[in-house]
């Protein structure tokens, strides 16, 4: 059964940086897709953020994000992190992290959208407020 459990979140003030971490198990293998969302208040959908494959570079990021977040897999410690710079109070956000399962290599330019995704955290809120 795959399991991921985000953390990192917390009371921010503006300009502070922030990571998040997403635990992953459960897969049988290396080969998993995963991505971050985020749900503000009072929105009923979830916003793609980016998305990170199996193997070194195999990433993609919405245009939102424009540089202030980095996307990143640690595979030897099935985590994934999302490094938040420069935050503002338009970030706040319940934010989550999804994965699915791939073909090795597969480029994750196509995986952006959150019924794509068949696993899905619980949340770490993000508040970012002076």
């Known amino acids: 059964q795959v399991q991921l459990v985000e953390s990192g979140g917390g009371l921010v003030q503006p300009g502070d940086s922030l990571t998040l971490s997403c635990r992953v198990s459960?897969?049988?293998?290396?080969?998993?897709?995963t991505g971050w969302f985020r749900q503000a208040p009072g929105k009923e959908e979830r916003e793609w953020i980016a998305?990170?494959?199996?193997?070194?570079?195999?990433?993609n990021y919405a245009d939102f994000t424009k540089g202030r977040f980095a996307i990143a897999r640690n595979s030897g410690e099935n985590m994934v992190t999302l490094q938040i710079n420069n935050l503002k109070p338009e970030d706040t956000a319940v934010y989550y992290c999804?994965?699915?399962?791939?073909?090795?290599?597969?480029?994750?330019?196509?995986?952006?959208?959150?019924?794509?995704?068949?696993?899905w955290g619980q949340g770490t809120q993000v508040t970012v407020s002076s």
């Open positions: 999804a994965a699915v399962g791939i073909t090795p290599g597969w480029p994750v330019v196509s995986l952006y959208w959150a019924g794509q995704f068949d696993d």
């Open positions: 459960g897969f049988a293998s290396a080969n998993y897709a």
């Open positions: 998305t990170v494959g199996d193997i070194a570079g195999n990433n």
